[in-house]
């Protein structure tokens, strides 16, 4: 067999793992080939290409971002796309596709699976939104990443009595500002599912600070925004651009700096904001990810000897199983927003 694998949309923690997982699970188990196509769906419509070895494989396991190459491309977009793709896909002899990434990625891989073609898909996001699976590879080192980022925040906070917003990734669920909020002692976690309400952020703080606590870290995804209400425009405003992605996305990322500023001025506390942005995305993956990222990869490749297509390789529990790709991209997997109330609510203010 000959197996094309690729990585799209965001980088993220743990793609390398993945891509070696399959490339030796494939040759050592299958003895099959195994060829990458480089960034994403691009490199699979442009026909961009290389085989991929066991001894490419070497080292990368740790590596962060991607030794493929990434692109937010969807096929769709293009008149003629799918079509191009299929046929290179044929020019280079692939049986299967192992796609690697998030909503957008898995969504192109689920239409291409109506089109004939044959893809298991590798669920991957940090910022853990997708449906069908417990959880993402790259979802535990950002975690990781943005509460060391809170930590050092907050001695700096502590020591000049300020209020400092950590802005972390987030489109449209929280689970980053979730976990990393409580597992740093965040005075506030404001996250797209839960529209919040300036003044009653300022209150709680106004009262936290009158408690003698004379400092917060305030922790926002890019994605949250005020409630319905005079503020909610201009915030949007500072919080996205007007151009969009292939996918129709807007690029995000000014929310934090917006709050800092109506907490400083309504409330007189001097106040920071520090958007963590990529710094969440790069770098080595953690234990807990290098582990997900090789269990996903030797499934997919069982997947393919299946012949399971439409299929995305998922964790339920302490299980890898295989879940349809359509439930996988229906919708956007939220925050429970019981552990958001329950968990996170208990211990702020
Ligand atoms: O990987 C997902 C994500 O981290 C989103 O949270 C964020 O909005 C987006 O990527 C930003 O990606 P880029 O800057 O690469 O377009």
Request: proline letters at 3%; hydrophobic letters at 40%; glycine letters at 12%.
């Amino acid at each position: 067999m000959r197996i094309g694998i690729l990585t799209g949309g965001g980088d993220c923690p743990g793609l390398n793992a993945v891509i070696r997982a399959v490339v030796v699970t494939a040759r050592l188990r299958h003895d099959d080939d195994t060829v990458g196509f480089l960034d994403g769906w691009k490199g699979a419509v442009e026909n961009h290409r290389r085989p991929l070895t066991v001894d490419d494989c070497r080292d990368i396991l740790s590596q962060g971002g991607t030794v493929l190459g990434t692109s937010r491309t969807n096929p769709f977009a293009t008149e003629g796309g799918p079509e191009t793709l299929r046929a290179n896909l044929a020019d280079a002899g692939i049986d299967a596709v192992v796609a690697v990434g998030g909503e957008d990625t898995l969504g192109v891989a689920h239409k291409l699976g109506d089109l004939g073609i044959s893809v298991v898909g590798v669920p991957k996001t940090i910022d853990n939104d997708l449906s069908a699976t417990d959880v993402t590879f790259g979802f535990d080192t950002a975690v990781q990443t943005a509460t060391e980022a809170i930590d050092r925040l907050r001695t700096t906070a502590e020591s000049h009595h300020r209020v400092i917003v950590c802005e972390v990734m987030g489109r449209h669920a929280g689970w980053i500002a979730t976990h990393a909020g409580i597992a740093g002692g965040a005075a506030e976690i404001l996250i797209p599912e839960v529209p919040f309400d300036v003044a009653a952020v300022c209150g709680r703080l106004q009262r936290r600070h009158a408690g003698g606590l004379f400092s917060s870290v305030v922790v926002v995804s890019e994605g949250a925004l005020p409630a319905e209400g005079e503020e909610l425009e201009t915030a949007r405003r500072s919080a996205s651009s007007a151009a969009t992605d292939q996918f129709g996305h807007a690029r995000l990322g000014g929310i934090g700096g917006w709050l800092a500023d109506e907490i400083e001025r309504r409330t007189g506390f001097e106040a920071r904001a520090t958007t963590l942005g990529h710094i969440q995305r790069g770098g080595t993956p953690t234990a807990f990810d290098r582990v997900l990222a090789t269990r996903f990869g030797v499934e997919a490749v069982r997947a393919v000897h299946d012949g399971d297509f439409d299929k995305m390789v998922a964790l339920r529990g302490t299980a890898i199983v295989r879940v349809p790709l359509a439930e996988a991209v229906a919708q956007a997997k939220t925050v429970d927003l019981d552990l958001y109330r329950d968990v996170a609510g208990m211990f702020l203010g």
